[in-house]
T-cell receptor, first 111, second 116 residues
Framework: GDSVTQMEGPVTLSEEAFLTINCTYTATGYPSLFWYVQYPGEGLQLLLKATKADDKGSNKGFEATYRKETTSFHLEKGSVQVSDSAVYFCALRSTGNQFYFGTGTSLTVIP | EAGVTQFPSHSVIEKGQTVTLRCDPISGHDNLYWYRRVMGKEIKFLLHFVKESKQDESGMPNNRFLAERTGGTYSTLKVQPAELEDSGVYFC??????????????FGPGTRLLVL
């Protein structure tokens, strides 16, 4: 069945460091791919999305490219800030219209 | 515009008791979803309402879970009787149309349930 595997955390980085959170997926058909972020005490918020191969989603300095050949959707940011500390979830939405989420990766950015 | 709200934010109950979680979707959103995240694991789909009808309940773990959405507005998820393995965070989400792969689902803050 459809599934998402993402890099386990927790991840701790210094401010202005480069961030990569790996995400790979298994799906039949052509899913849409998403990154959600959950800040402390808040609900999940959509960070970015991509709907077809080679699309790049971007928001708030974060980017992820939909790579069909490697079934990946890695999240990257060139220079993280303390305010980026949160839990990040990779997700796919299948042709069956269900969402499948990864286990979440906790990121802590220290000054 | 108010977002998706969930009540309570936390609930601690004993095994065998009953708990009812509530979700108020964004006004005008016909589609309402319930998800659950068990500690350290992925967020898993439970079910999907379109208005008051259950569109997909394939993720419901067993018959101790009952979801309702009378009138097509808010939804409740009742767990009766609760077991230890039901502990986790229950998320609700809503979307306006629900029929496309690209439509955004808006999530609530979740209800943290602990069964002792």
């Amino acid at each position: 069945g459809d599934s998402v595997t993402q890099m386990e955390g927790p991840v701790t980085l210094s401010e202005e460091a480069f961030l990569t959170i790996n995400c790979t997926y298994t799906a039949t058909g052509y899913p849409s791919l998403f990154w959600y972020v959950q800040y402390p005490g808040e609900g999940l918020q959509l960070l970015l999305k991509a709907t077809k191969a080679d699309d790049k989603g971007s928001n708030k300095g974060f980017e992820a490219t939909y790579r069909k050949e490697t079934t990946s959707f890695h999240l990257e940011k060139g220079s993280v800030q303390v305010s980026d500390s949160a839990v990040y979830f990779c997700a796919l939405r299948s042709t069956g219209n269900q969402f499948y989420f990864g286990t979440g990766t906790s990121l802590t950015v220290i000054p | 515009e108010a977002g998706v709200t969930q009540f309570p934010s936390h609930s601690v109950i004993e095994k065998g008791q009953t708990v009812t979680l509530r979700c108020d979707p964004i006004s005008g959103h016909d589609n309402l979803y319930w998800y659950r995240r068990v500690m350290g694991k992925e967020i898993k789909f439970l079910l999907h309402f379109v208005k008051e009808s259950k569109q997909d309940e394939s993720g419901m773990p067993n018959n101790r879970f009952l979801a309702e959405r009378t009138g097509g507005t808010y939804s409740t998820l009742k767990v009766q009787p609760a077991e230890l393995e039901d502990s986790g965070v229950y998320f609700c989400a809503s979307s306006q149309h629900g029929q496309t792969l690209v439509e955004t689902q808006y999530f609530g803050p979740g209800t943290r349930l602990l069964v002792l």
